[in-house]
């Protein structure tokens, strides 16, 4: 039985559709807003917390260039993990507006305080 999101029609929409019409170009807002619901249910929901990181993958991977190039360790593996981390604990009531340009500059910076050996808790 395949995953899916229950729109507001009770149909769902698999995961991976989801998932590809959120990153596409051309509706900042709503995409905006379908990964607010993902970021409203990620503290107690596995799936809408996975839903949310493969949206936010895109982003990982511009940390992992980024930062691989400068020779850092991990760099996937530590990206990954401070995203999934934001999006379980994202202040989705206090910040409901511009989620993912909130969320992957603050975990860039937790990114790159973590690959230079501190501890940044943003």
Same mark, same amino acid.
């Given at each position: 039985?395949?995953?899916? &999101?229950?729109? =507001?029609?009770?149909?769902?929409? $698999?995961?991976?559709?989801?998932v590809?019409?959120?990153?596409?170009? =051309?509706?900042?807002?709503?995409?905006? *807003?379908?990964?607010?619901?993902?970021?409203?249910l990620? $503290?107690?929901?596995?799936?809408?917390?996975?839903? #949310?990181?493969? *949206?936010?993958? $895109?982003?990982?991977?511009r940390?992992?260039?980024?930062?691989s190039? /400068?020779?850092?360790? /991990? #760099?996937?593996?530590t990206a #990954? &993990? %401070? &995203?999934w981390e934001? %999006?379980?604990?994202? $202040?989705a009531?206090?910040?409901p507006?511009?989620?993912?340009?909130n969320?992957?500059p *603050? *975990?860039?910076?937790?990114v790159?305080?973590?690959?230079?050996? =501190?501890?940044r808790?943003?």
């Amino acid at each position: 039985m395949g995953h899916g &999101v229950t729109s =507001g029609a009770d149909h769902k929409v $698999p995961a991976g559709v989801l998932v590809d019409w959120v990153n596409e170009r =051309g509706h900042i807002e709503e995409s905006d *807003a379908v990964l607010l619901v993902l970021l409203h249910l990620a $503290p107690f929901d596995d799936f809408a917390a996975r839903t #949310a990181l493969q *949206a936010m993958m $895109p982003a990982v991977k511009r940390m992992t260039a980024k930062f691989s190039t /400068c020779g850092a360790w /991990c #760099a996937e593996e530590t990206a #990954a &993990v %401070i &995203v999934w981390e934001r %999006i379980r604990g994202y $202040p989705a009531a206090r910040r409901p507006w511009k989620v993912s340009s909130n969320l992957a500059p *603050a *975990a860039e910076l937790q990114v790159l305080d973590v690959l230079q050996g =501190g501890v940044r808790h943003l």
